[in-house]
């Protein structure tokens, strides 16, 4: 049988490969795929940032009751509980820029093929005579 633990950190090792993967395509991506990526990566409620948060926040959690037995400095639960916080609050406000960059990768609804209209000016040039 395996060791849990093991393949935890397996699963750890595994994820992080993942995302250098992910980052590569990323960085090669179009602004249609680019604008997928990262909308699944910044969704509030199933996104990858969400998802490392959560883990962040299990991991102060451990922290606290490691540092309450003795087994680690508070400052080692305080920076956990911290780093947390602080995903937490990048995640809240990225995601009031979500839909903007998913829209990025949505072709135009009306695409139109006549030129566009003059628009009246609100400056008025006056010939001298």
Do not use: C
């Not at 397996?10 to 795929?33: C, G, M, Q, S």
């Not at 883990?55 to 305080?78: I, Y």
């Not at 809240?92 to 695409?111: F, N, V």
């Amino acid at each position: 049988m395996t060791d849990p633990s093991n393949s935890a950190a397996n699963l750890a090792k595994d994820i992080a490969f993942r995302l250098r993967v992910l980052d590569e395509y990323l960085t090669e991506a179009t602004p249609r795929h680019a604008s997928e990526i990262l909308g699944e990566v910044l969704d509030i409620e199933n996104g990858l940032l969400t998802g490392v948060t959560r883990l962040m926040e299990t991991g102060s959690r451990f922290a606290q009751s490691q540092t309450h037995r003795g087994m680690l400095p508070p400052e080692v639960w305080l920076d956990m509980g911290r780093g947390a916080n602080r995903l937490h609050s990048v995640g809240t406000d990225l995601d009031k820029h979500t839909d903007t960059i998913k829209q990025l990768g949505t072709p135009p609804s009306t695409a139109s093929t006549t030129p566009p209209k003059p628009v009246a000016s609100a400056m008025v040039v006056r010939r001298s005579r």
